[in-house]
């Protein structure tokens, strides 16, 4: 158990009961990686309200029922499982509940392994063949008819259950796959994520919330490009197609100053990357309702501080209608996964 | 009943052997060759075959399995060619199965000779230098380095009893000497994959490589990935640079990566001469590796300078810095909290080791002749001083 609460108190306000179709940006950058900040935006929504319930009363009393919808395209499952472990969150169960849903954009999405992973399943077909070749023997002798496809059913049904839990592990509800170019492709990726969105909120009563984070969604964007027929505004598209399904959303994206700076300062110099990212970062920083900016100090790296926290509103912010207090902050992760948040020259 | 023969005497050192030995030597098969679990969290962990790189690691004192290290090297050198080797060579040592991108079988033979454990080289440093090294704190002196300490601590009690485990502990990393080519029999059991110019992604037929590899081998197999100077227009066609194609690639790698977590490392060099850092597209390559070492090596007319970098004459001149900009595992989770974060690291590269120990400058050189100008004046005596 770390020492300090899981969702720092200072972290609170913003990282929970984020308001109807708000979009909030979660920006990184090399040395001040985002994970641990999505962590707390699952912790926020998934663990149960009041630190007193004992941890497993999955019924929140009063209050909202929270969903998310976690797509990821840089870390694998495993990742995400371990860390959030780390908080006390067991995604396996939550996702069993149909709380938590996991998309995997790492492992097929490019590149999806042929099927001619032949030589682990050669173990289990070479067990399973010579049941077979067993079965059809005694199947004669059994003269009841009504149990002759019995026997042949067990095995076809666990063959079937092998084949199907190859294809998706436990707890992951989809992997994507990148196919073709251009607007079709990255149409085929919404299907696939609004699909497993939609099977989320047919178990939602009235009332429910379902937050949606999308962590990096601007690899897609560097690895495909306007070479392949995608670039910031068919992103940024994308991204608002899926808004509309998710009571919130959540988007990580890197900061880095080669992928913002170089756009704008040298004219004319600058590589479609670096200017496509710059433009959808740009444009949805003006769309979220926050920015949350993680960056390492200016100062170089110290013992006792990761980074720091910077909160400022988004041009999406209504501000007739509701404040966002605007902060910056140190924060220093723990080796227990523990994050401390404070002030500059407090402790 | 008694557990003893009543006749047998009470000193059996024999016996006191045997029961750590019968308790060892069943473990020793199950555990890997070349694998140790992280003293930080116990994830396993393999050697870079540099002991100094593995102890960078933000204390897990190797390369976490299923991580990607990405050094980049500032300049023409190639000082982080010879880190490749040694980690190509620790994974031929360790019988693991080394792939090795784009370069002739040629690279292969080249690798670096092995004169023996990380420890032994250390040991013989460390005797031919206990003379002139004041013995203050002497428990001290190899703190932080994993392994050490626990050696030293049960070393008092019985040396010989510790040699003979030292002996039968396989070695996690090894030193090697450049000058010599290694030999082992496993050398050619290395896979050379090489860079095939095609309209559409050449890395697609090396994934397909990799993939069939590591799929269709035994479960107990390790695999190193080893991919020396990425994009090098001399190896890499010119379509290899387009980001969808080698960002695609790197992205792929890491979903390999992670699908073999226990299985799999890689070990990438970059030039940045020809591949600036202050671009997007070595700056997506950065982020979507788990490891990311810069090394800037002194130019040559920095000789002189650097040879005063050496805080003793003993030391070797430090031949350039290294800059850790991510490290595996501890950035993942959000950094910090490191003790070698943050450093200024220098390295030296000599015949026998790649050594990577803390940058500090010089004093001044004005500043010791002004003080030895002033010290037979300046100072006080001792005599003036006493009332």
């Not at chain 2, 050696?151 to 485990?165: F, I, L, V």
């Not at chain 2, 030999?183 to 896979?191: A, C, F, G, L, V």
């Amino acid at each position: 158990m770390p020492s300090q609460p899981p969702l720092p108190p200072l972290l609170a306000p913003y990282v929970s009961n984020l308001p109807d179709s708000s979009l909030t940006l979660v920006s990184s950058i090399l040395g001040a990686t985002s994970n641990w900040l999505v962590l707390r935006f699952l912790h926020a929504a998934l663990s149960s309200p009041s630190p007193n319930v004992a941890f497993g009363s999955d019924e929140l009393q009063n209050g909202t029922k929270k969903k998310v919808v976690l797509v990821s395209f840089m870390r694998s499952y495993e990742f995400w499982r371990t860390e959030a472990k780390r908080l006390g969150l067991d995604l396996a169960r939550l996702a069993d509940k149909q709380q938590f849903a996991f998309i995997d954009g790492l492992s097929e999405l490019f590149y999806a392994p042929q099927p001619t992973a032949t030589s682990p399943s050669i173990s289990p077909a070479g067990l399973g063949s010579s049941p077979r070749t067993t079965l059809p023997m005694r199947s004669p002798p059994g003269v009841v008819p009504g149990r002759s496809p019995q026997p042949a059913g067990p095995t076809v049904t666990g063959v079937r259950g092998n084949a199907t839990s190859k294809q998706a592990e436990p707890g992951i509800a989809k992997k994507l796959h990148f196919s073709g170019r251009g607007l079709a492709s990255l149409d085929a990726l919404e299907k696939d994520i609004s699909s497993v969105i939609e099977q989320q909120k047919s178990s939602m009563e009235d009332g429910d919330e379902l937050l949606l984070i999308i962590d990096q969604p601007d690899l897609l964007l560097a690895a495909t490009g306007p070479s392949m027929g995608i670039g910031a505004t068919e992103m940024s598209e994308w991204i608002t197609a899926l808004q509309q399904h998710a009571h919130a959303t959540v988007l990580t994206l890197a900061t880095d100053a080669p992928l913002i700076h170089n756009a704008s300062t040298s004219g004319g110099l600058a590589t479609p990357i670096e200017t496509e990212h710059a433009a959808l970062v740009i444009g949805l920083a003006h769309r979220a309702r926050s920015v949350m900016q993680l960056r390492t100090l200016d100062t170089g790296a110290a013992k006792d501080v990761s980074g720091v926290l910077r909160i400022s509103r988004g041009g999406g912010l209504n501000v007739s209608e509701e404040s966002l207090e605007e902060r910056e902050a140190l924060y220093f992760i723990q080796r227990d996964g523990g994050v401390k948040l404070f002030g500059r020259g407090e402790s | 009943m008694s557990f003893r023969k009543r006749n047998i005497g009470l000193s059996p050192g024999v016996d006191r052997n045997a029961v750590p030995n019968a308790t060892s030597q069943p473990a020793v098969p199950e555990t890997t060759p070349g694998i140790r679990p992280s003293p930080d969290d116990g994830r396993p962990t393999t050697s870079t075959g540099t002991r100094s790189l593995d102890n960078l690691l933000a204390g897990h004192a190797g390369l976490p399995m299923g991580k990607i290290l990405l050094v980049e090297e500032n300049g023409t050198t190639d000082f982080a060619g010879a880190l490749l080797r040694y980690y190509a060579a620790e994974g031929v040592i360790q019988e693991q199965k080394v792939h090795v991108v784009g370069v002739p079988e040629q690279w292969g033979r080249s690798l670096p000779g092995l004169i023996g454990s990380a420890e032994s080289l250390d040991e013989k440093r460390s005797d031919r230098r206990k003379d002139d090294r004041m013995k203050i704190a002497w428990r001290y002196e190899r703190l932080g380095e994993f392994g050490a300490v626990a050696g030293s601590r049960g070393a008092p009690t019985n040396p010989g009893e510790q040699d003979t485990a030292a002996k039968e502990a396989p070695a996690f990393c090894h030193a090697f000497d450049l000058t010599k080519r290694l030999t082992h029999p496993s050398i050619t059991n290395m896979s050379f994959i090489p860079v095939m110019s095609s309209k559409e992604s050449p890395f697609l037929a090396i994934l397909k490589r990799l993939q069939t590899a590591i799929t269709s081998s035994a479960a107990n197999t390790i695999h190193r990935i080893v991919i020396p100077s990425l994009l090098n227009p001399t190896i890499y066609p010119p379509n290899a640079s387009q980001p969808e194609h080698v960002l695609q690639f790197f992205h792929a790698l890491k979903a390999l990566m992670s699908a073999y977590n226990t299985r799999v490392t890689a070990m990438i060099t970059v030039p940045l001469s020809l591949y600036p850092r202050s671009s997007g597209l070595v700056r997506w390559i950065e982020l979507l590796s788990d490891g990311v070492i810069e090394l800037c090596p002194f130019p040559h007319s920095a000789d002189a300078m650097a040879t005063s970098g050496a805080a003793t004459s003993q030391e070797e001149p430090p031949q350039g810095m290294l800059k850790t900009h991510r490290l595996p595992v501890l950035h993942e989770r959000g950094g910090g909290s490191d003790q070698n974060v943050g450093q200024d690291w220098a390295f030296v590269l000599s015949r026998r080791r790649f050594e990577i120990k803390p940058f500090s400058l010089p004093p001044a050189e004005g500043d010791t002749e002004a003080q030895e100008a002033s010290a037979p004046g300046g100072m006080p005596k001792k005599s003036d001083l006493e009332f």
